[in-house]
């Protein structure tokens, strides 16, 4: 079943001299389920593509539709909601909030909200994650793994349909960078969520079910990884 569909997007920045295609035309269909990489030089278009796919930045031409709806026919609040409730972020930079304990950080979306923590997910992720021992400390008293594990956790607390994660293992070191995409993988397959990973890493990339190759914008290919 698809679940998201991207049609002729571009994005434009700047005018005249300083004019910027960041993305160039770009269409791709995904099904529910899949896991997919993104891969190219930095520059190529990729976060620039996520950020469209999970309504952060809006497009200068081109349709998105997720569920077979187009994402930017929303008002800004309309899409401020289906942000919070259809799309998990994750970041190389972890954006927890600092006087925030680690199960704050992962029920925030709930919190943001307005609506009441599912308790039994929540207590189901910091057994997956590994962090029920650590679930009062607050992100200073964390390592850089267990702090990336919180974000992950809280892209997921909401079972989202799409989960998009922007080098999330960029600052971390090979043993974490693993378990980080054993996590992802696991919660890809378990809960059905749509995945996608930017990354430079060709050992990750590869674990993917498929490959999209970007470069000045534009999907340059598409290749059918193994996991």
Same mark, same amino acid.
């Given at each position: 079943?698809?679940?998201?569909?991207?049609?002729?997007?571009?994005?434009?920045?700047?005018? *005249? $001299?300083?004019?910027?295609?960041?993305?160039?035309?770009?269409?791709? =269909?995904?099904?529910?389920?899949?896991?997919?990489?993104?891969?190219?030089?930095?520059?190529?278009?990729?976060?620039? %593509?996520? @950020?469209?796919?999970?309504?952060?930045?809006?497009?200068?031409?081109?349709?998105?539709?997720?569920? *077979?709806?187009?994402?930017?026919?929303?008002? !800004?609040? $309309?899409?401020?909601?289906?942000?919070?409730?259809?799309?998990?972020?994750?970041?190389?930079?972890?954006?927890?909030?600092?006087? %925030?304990?680690?199960?704050?950080?992962?029920?925030?979306?709930?919190?943001? !909200?307005?609506?009441?923590?599912?308790?039994?997910?929540?207590?189901?992720?910091?057994?997956?994650?590994?962090?029920?021992?650590?679930?009062?400390?607050?992100?200073?008293?964390? =390592? *850089?793994?267990?702090?990336?594990?919180? =974000?992950?956790?809280?892209?997921?607390?909401?079972?989202?349909?799409?989960?998009?994660?922007?080098?999330?293992?960029?600052?971390?070191?090979?043993?974490? =960078?693993?378990?980080?995409? $054993?996590?992802?993988?696991?919660?890809?397959?378990?809960?059905?969520?749509?995945?996608?990973?930017?990354? @430079? !890493?060709?050992?990750?990339?590869?674990?993917? $079910?498929?490959?999209?190759?970007? !470069?000045?914008?534009?999907?340059?290919?598409?290749?059918?990884?193994?996991?």
């Amino acid at each position: 079943m698809e679940i998201l569909r991207v049609e002729n997007l571009t994005k434009i920045y700047g005018k *005249g $001299e300083s004019r910027v295609k960041a993305l160039d035309e770009v269409s791709f =269909s995904v099904e529910k389920g899949e896991f997919i990489a993104i891969v190219g030089p930095s520059g190529s278009g990729k976060s620039t %593509l996520l @950020h469209m796919l999970g309504g952060v930045e809006k497009p200068t031409s081109g349709r998105v539709f997720v569920d *077979g709806k187009d994402i930017y026919e929303q008002n !800004d609040e $309309e899409l401020a909601v289906f942000r919070r409730r259809q799309i998990g972020l994750i970041y190389q930079f972890y954006n927890l909030i600092p006087i %925030l304990s680690v199960k704050e950080n992962i029920s925030l979306p709930f919190l943001m !909200d307005g609506r009441k923590v599912n308790e039994s997910r929540l207590e189901e992720l910091l057994e997956v994650l590994d962090l029920k021992d650590r679930q009062e400390a607050l992100p200073g008293q964390l =390592s *850089g793994g267990q702090q990336q594990r919180v =974000s992950i956790g809280r892209a997921l607390i909401n079972a989202p349909a799409l989960v998009l994660a922007d080098e999330p293992t960029g600052n971390l070191d090979s043993k974490n =960078s693993q378990e980080i995409v $054993e996590l992802l993988k696991r919660s890809n397959k378990e809960y059905k969520q749509t995945l996608f990973l930017i990354t @430079h !890493d060709e050992n990750i990339a590869l674990q993917a $079910e498929r490959i999209i190759f970007l !470069d000045d914008g534009k999907i340059l290919r598409e290749e059918v990884a193994g996991r």
